[in-house]
């Protein structure tokens, strides 16, 4: 099942998405979405499956964004303390966790912004429902933290997932507009890497999009490499 149900709601279109790897799975994702009654197909596919990308452009998708993997391993007795300012995220806190990501994902240009057949206010709303869903509902996210200013503001965050036993996901980090060159990002991954080491994971991950070069020089300064990138193509099924 290709079919994505929060994607087609935000969008009031039939979206599915799926990830390829091969060019068998080209045509064979095409018929799934054609059988699915999709009108847009969201595919990821390695940058390193180079006939796979051909394929995909040639059945007519089009690249929409290139995402850049990180990855360094924790070493609990390497790390410095958590930043003062920084604490566990509560329930409390969703109103202003969501402002934060309204704030500094607004211009943001993901895959969903870079096409223009999906509705640009709808694609804003992307990243703020993620940060509140994150705070509020248990499942998104294993832990939310959040900075605050000496007002006690909340200025950034950073969402944390659980991959698996070995390995936590830094899925989604943000500092205000208004706050940012403060030293934030880096607080707020150094805090991040503690809670990684405490719930036992010997490695933290992170993505972003190949563009956003300050959080690329963020998370490198702090010992992270990349490990991989993966492109974000768009396919219109009634285009076939």
């Known amino acids: 099942m290709l079919f994505s149900p929060l994607d087609s709601h935000r969008f009031s279109r039939r979206i599915g998405k799926t990830s390829i790897s091969d060019v068998q799975e080209v045509g064979a994702a095409l018929e799934a979405a054609e059988a699915e009654k999709l009108e847009l197909l969201i595919a990821r596919c390695s940058a390193d499956a180079v006939r ?27 790390l410095d303390d958590p930043p003062g300012p920084v604490r566990q ?12 990501a309204c ?7 993901g895959h ?25 509902e248990p ?27 070995a390995r936590c996901d830094g899925m989604l980090f943000a500092v205000d507009p208004g706050f940012q ?3 934030i990002f880096g607080a707020l991954l150094r805090a991040s890497l503690s809670w990684t080491a405490a719930n036992g994971c010997a490695q933290m991950e992170y993505s972003t999009h190949l563009r956003n070069a300050g959080a690329l020089r963020g998370v490198a300064g702090h010992g992270f490499y990349i490990y ?7 396919c219109w099924i009634k285009a076939q």
């Open 52 to 78: 796979a990308l051909h394929a995909m452009e040639e059945r007519g998708f089009r690249l929409m964004d290139t995402l850049v993997y990180l990855r360094r391993s924790v070493d609990a007795g390497n």
């Open 89 to 100: 995220a509560v329930a409390a806190d969703a109103a202003a966790v969501e402002g934060v």
């Open 103 to 109: 704030a500094a994902f607004r211009g943001y240009v």
């Open 112 to 136: 969903y912004h870079s096409d223009a057949r999906l509705d640009g206010h709808a694609a804003d709303q992307i990243y703020p429902d993620w940060a509140r869903r994150a705070v509020e």
């Open 139 to 165: 499942g998104v996210a294993d832990s939310v933290l959040v900075y605050e200013d000496e007002a006690s503001r909340i200025c950034g965050f950073a969402a944390l997932r659980r991959l698996d036993d």
């Open 181 to 183: 060159k403060r030293g």
């Open 228 to 234: 991989k990138a993966v492109h974000t193509f768009h």
